[in-house]
């Protein structure tokens, strides 16, 4: 179990360190919008001249960019009326629900000391299984709606029960089975898209036929907004998640696994089932992502029904170290990046390419407590 | 050469490991470090050695003060340290062991070997090591490997020699044996320092004993002195180092292992025939040095091994096949020879680990739930029955003292309805107080009427606690004996000599 004292050691960083790391991943962001800026590459050009250029372009570079981030992620302040400065929240808020679910599966693996980073091969099945009973399965309205979010959670639930099984029986490391998990979800995906068991028959291209509107996440404001009332099955899993893990007997069971399987298998725990169970209890989350995904936001099956939310979920996972609060905030901060990142581009001409490279930098500083205590000079973490 | 260490503190934070600690240790003479674990020891000799830095103090050989930044420093000063884990590479020869970081090199920088086991052979007939240089370190018992180690000192020419810990591995005649062999090198003009905490071997080689407790020196005692004082200058109180057991008193015939073979997953066999029978309300004690398959022996019991043959039987039904939980369900407790790797979540609270082998039970859980209350007020309840000193329930596993950390493993263990207890070397590493605690705790359970198997490597524990004594050697059970056997004999059976 050596192998995961780094996942071990991320989840154990302090909250200030992870504050911290956030804002430096900002700060170096900010650096990258004002050396690529092409004002403030004309002021350094006549630098020793009038230095004040160079400062002003850089502030309007990068307060610019961030400015831009907030009015599309939070708030528009300069929108007509309220309804409308509002759309932004919405917006992030609809972005956090997938990767929140799909984050609170990897916590719930995360802290039973399995390193899943399947959950791109999670939501896939979840979204295909949810979807073909979306589009295909014909039933009254509360028949099919919840039918189809249960098929969404089934099919998450065997992609990573399977894994579990597979380390359970084989002793098979989860990290590499999870990763050729995701290809081969991905690639079945594509090839069931362009046969007829999920193409829509008379398209040329690998997409589906929508999904029947009494599938539908109902919209929560309307048709001008994008929030849907799977935001509230998020918030649901957030609560399901906190009592799973700190006071259910099986959750008891995964922390017992996660810190110290031996002590954990002398005490009578069967580690092996408990292996199959948290897989596919992560797996049914990022399932849940996948019906998320094409009952609410998508509506119809493509190849790209998953995004970049199952990379984004480890992320998110390890931001929040695998608490369900945590998961909750770095997963809503995460959905403000993706829909600010779009208005940045719009308006400031900031490619929105360096959100991803800031979401990458917070991986990065967490992952090297040392460096971030360094550079704000906080005191090193006290070992209990 | 005279060794002196003046007023040497060193801290850790805010815990002082040692305290202004003073010795002097005379060419020609065995001077004891005697202390509980924790008490500032090894701390001290890492200092010596060069590992630490002291914050305090001064290091003096023939009254000239040293500075060691490394332990390579110490070394070409003429300090030798035989450490308690061995520092040798198993696949070399011992000449090529002894002179790795210093090979002596013809021209050419050609290896001279010739010269290192000349060196070889010279030390080992003037000491009696009875050592061929020639041999592969791996395959030379663990008490000859111990010689590889001291001849490491002796080729660099060191006159002051610290053992640390050294008869932790030995079996009772090696260590009679390295007992002769530091007697010598004391006539031989050595210094010698012997860290330890087994007062039996103090009393037989040290002419001057310093006694340590939490990091200060207490006072010097003399080897006369009754084990009984020594013992209560290392604890700080009085202390009694018998156990008190009456005469056990049968019952049935409840545990049976019978013609039990089991083999590892590399598929080499790793317990031959045992057999052996516990009554109701005896304790049998396993006997043997480390590693002679007693470990392999728990695993069956416990259901945690796979490939056996022959029985085990507790009240007539059989458990081998089972899995761990059906045979915790049959009445086992279980205190497992590592406690923080096996017995422990180091990461969980005191309630969480007195709760893990019953988590999804009544009354700790209803239906999926765990019940916080119920599982808050039992942790309360055993934190007072067996005085498990921390902070609180909430307290981690981690920041807890070995002593207190068994409490918990036997707290959780001996709370169950128990036909059968099985603990692994129960006292390893604890203090003398904690050991009197263990001791009475398996004595109760004995005197409940179970039967109780105990792991014992130490002579002293196995004869105390036992009443009888089963010897293993590789796997097989040599004899099974009364508990008032001699040591003599009981030595000669863990050697596999008898």
């Known amino acids: ?247 259910s007997t099986i959750g008891y069971q995964f922390r017992a696994l996660g810190h110290n399987p031996d002590a954990a298998k002398v005490a009578g725990i069967n580690i092996g089932m408990t292996y199959i169970l948290v897989m596919a209890i992560s797996g049914a989350l990022s399932g849940l992502a996948g019906a998320s995904q094409i009952l609410g936001t998508e509506r119809v099956l493509t190849t790209g029904v998953a995004a970049s939310y199952g990379i984004d979920a480890i992320t ?68 209990a | 050469m005279k060794l002196e260490l003046r007023g040497i503190t060193k801290r850790f934070g805010a815990m002082v490991a040692n305290d202004k600690v003073s010795l002097v240790v005379q060419p020609g003479e065995i001077h004891c470090l005697l202390g509980e674990n924790g008490a500032g020891k090894s701390t001290l000799m890492n200092v010596l050695y060069g590992l630490y830095q002291a914050d305090e103090g001064e290091i003096l050989l023939d009254d000239k003060v040293q500075k060691f930044a490394g332990p390579g420093q110490a070394m070409a000063a003429g300090i030798g340290m035989v450490h308690q884990h061995f520092m040798l590479i198993p696949v070399f020869t011992v000449a090529e062991n002894v002179i790795l970081g210093h090979e002596p090199t013809k021209f050419g920088g050609v290896l001279d070997l010739k010269k290192a086991r000349d060196k070889v052979r010279e030390l080992s007939t003037r000491f009696g090591f009875d050592i061929d240089p020639d041999a592969v370190v791996g395959e030379l018992p663990v008490g000859v490997q111990q010689r590889v180690e001291i001849i490491k000192a002796l080729i660099s020419d060191a006159k002051v020699l610290v053992f640390d810990e050294p008869t932790a591995v030995l079996t009772p005649q090696e260590t009679d044996e390295l007992m002769v062999i530091m007697k010598q090198l004391r006539d031989a003009g050595h210094a010698i320092v012997f860290i330890t905490h087994k007062l039996r071997e103090v009393k037989e080689v040290a002419d001057r004993i310093t006694v340590l407790r939490l990091g200060k020196v207490v006072g010097e005692a003399k080897p006369t002195d009754t084990a009984e004082q020594l013992a209560s200058m290392m604890v700080g109180r009085a202390v009694d180092l018998d156990v008190n057991k009456g005469a056990a008193k049968l019952g049935k015939k409840a545990f049976v292992i019978d013609g039990l073979n089991a083999w590892n997953e590399a598929g080499t066999q790793v317990l031959f025939d045992v057999s052996l029978e516990v009554h109701e309300g005896e304790i049998l004690v396993i006997a043997g040095v480390q590693g002679n398959g007693q470990t392999e022996l728990t695993e069956v019991i416990l259901g945690a091994h796979a490939r056996t043959s022959g029985s085990v039987s507790l009240d007539g039904k059989n458990l081998l096949g089972k899995s761990i939980k059906q045979i915790l369900d049959l009445g086992l407790g279980f205190v497992p020879e590592d406690r923080t790797q096996d017995g422990l979540v180091s990461e969980f609270t005191i309630a969480e680990n007195l709760i893990l082998d019953r988590s999804d039970r009544k009354p700790f859980a209803k239906g999926a739930s765990i019940q916080p209350k119920v599982v808050r007020e039992f942790a309360q309840e055993k934190l007072k029955q067996y005085d498990i000193r921390a902070q609180s329930i909430d307290s981690t596993a981690k920041q807890l003292s070995g002593g207190n950390q068994q409490k918990v493993v036997l707290a959780r263990e001996l709370s169950r309805d128990l036909r059968l207890l099985v603990a692994s070397q129960p006292t390893r590493g604890l203090d003398v107080g904690s050991i009197e605690f263990v001791h009475d705790q398996i004595i109760s359970a004995r005197d409940s009427g179970i039967p109780v198997v105990i792991v014992a490597t130490e002579l002293d524990e196995a004869t105390q606690l036992g009443d009888r004594i089963a010897v293993m050697y590789r796997g097989k059970v040599v004899g099974v004996v009364p508990a008032d056997t001699s040591r003599v004999v009981l030595g000669q059976m863990m050697a596999g000599v008898a």
């Open chain 1, 1 to 247: 179990m050596k192998k995961n004292r780094i996942v071990r050691e991320i989840l154990n960083t302090s909250a200030s360190t992870t504050f911290f790391a956030v804002l430096a991943s900002f700060i170096v962001g900010g650096v990258l919008i004002a050396i690529a800026n092409q004002d403030v590459q004309a002021a350094i050009g006549y630098f020793f001249n009038k230095p004040g250029d160079t400062f002003a372009a850089l502030w309007n570079a990068v307060s610019g960019a961030y400015a831009a981030m907030f009015r599309g992620a939070i708030y528009n302040y300069n929108a007509h009326d309220f309804a409308n400065g509002i759309s932004p929240i919405t917006d992030t808020l609809a972005f956090a629900t997938p990767i929140t679910l799909a984050g609170l599966g990897l916590a719930v693996a995360f802290r039973s000391g399995l390193f899943n980073i399947g959950a791109n091969g999670q939501i896939i099945f979840g979204a295909m299984l949810s979807g073909w009973v979306a589009i295909y399965v014909h039933a009254p309205i509360y028949v099919l709606f919840p039918l189809a979010v249960l098929a969404g959670l089934i099919g998450g639930a065997i992609w990573g029960g399977l894994v579990g099984l597979l380390k359970a029986t084989t002793g098979a490391n989860e990290v590499i089975v999870t990763i050729m998990f995701n290809y081969i979800a991905v690639y079945l995906l594509g090839y069931l898209l362009k046969t007829p068991v999920l193409k829509a028959p008379e398209s040329i291209n690998p997409v589906s036929l929508p999904v029947q509107n009494d599938a539908k996440f109902p919209l929560l404001f309307g048709s001008d907004y994008r929030l849907h009332a799977g935001f509230f099955v998020m918030l649901a899993a957030v609560a399901f998640v906190w009592w799973l893990l700190n006071r």
């Open chain 1, 316 to 383: 998110v996972a390890l931001l929040g170290r695998s608490k369900p609060l945590g998961v909750l905030a770095a997963g809503i901060l995460f959905g403000a990046l993706r829909a600010g990142a779009v208005t940045m581009q719009a308006n400031q001409n900031v490619p929105s390419e360096i959100v991803l490279v800031v979401q990458s930098l917070i991986v990065l500083f967490i992952a090297a407590p040392p460096l971030v205590r360094a550079m704000f000079r906080l005191p090193k973490a006290v070992k």
